[in-house]
């Protein structure tokens, strides 16, 4: 069974970046597509970005100029870069197995002055 734990939210300024870590345990992770998703408060949870197993990545198009998805494998790792952060990108962030359907507990990002 995967498990994927969450780290490098926080609170930060517009304009700001944070990179999120999706670390996996329990199974290698290595040949699955790993997503990231939000949920802002009152709003439908979306998906973010997703990454295939050959490192294929896919961002939404409203923050594919400022959100990155990679992979190390050699970590069981997904990463989120977020740069030039807006307000509106205030949410907890989730990571997602899609091919096992494992969730993460999220993580809150806040962006505020």
């Known amino acids: 069974q995967v498990q994927l734990v ?5 609170l930060v300024q517009p304009g700001g970046s944070l990179r999120l ?5 329990g199974s290698d992770v ?8 939000r949920q802002a408060p009152g709003k439908e949870r979306e998906l973010v970005a997703t990454i295939a197993r ?3 990545p896919r961002v939404a ?10 992979r190390d494998n050699a970590k069981n790792t ?3 870069q977020m740069d030039n952060l807006e307000p509106q990108d205030t949410a907890v962030y989730y990571c997602h197995d899609l091919t096992v359907d494992s ?8 962006v505020s002055s």
């Open 30 to 37: 290595s040949g699955h597509t790993i997503g990231w998703y």
């Open 78 to 80: 997904v990463y989120l």
């Open 21 to 25: 870590s999706c670390a996996a345990s």
């Open 103 to 110: 969730w993460g507990q999220g993580i809150q990002v806040t």
């Open 61 to 70: 198009y409203h923050v594919k100029t400022r959100f990155t998805i990679s």
């Open 6 to 10: 969450e780290s490098g939210g926080g």
């Open 54 to 56: 050959a490192a294929i």
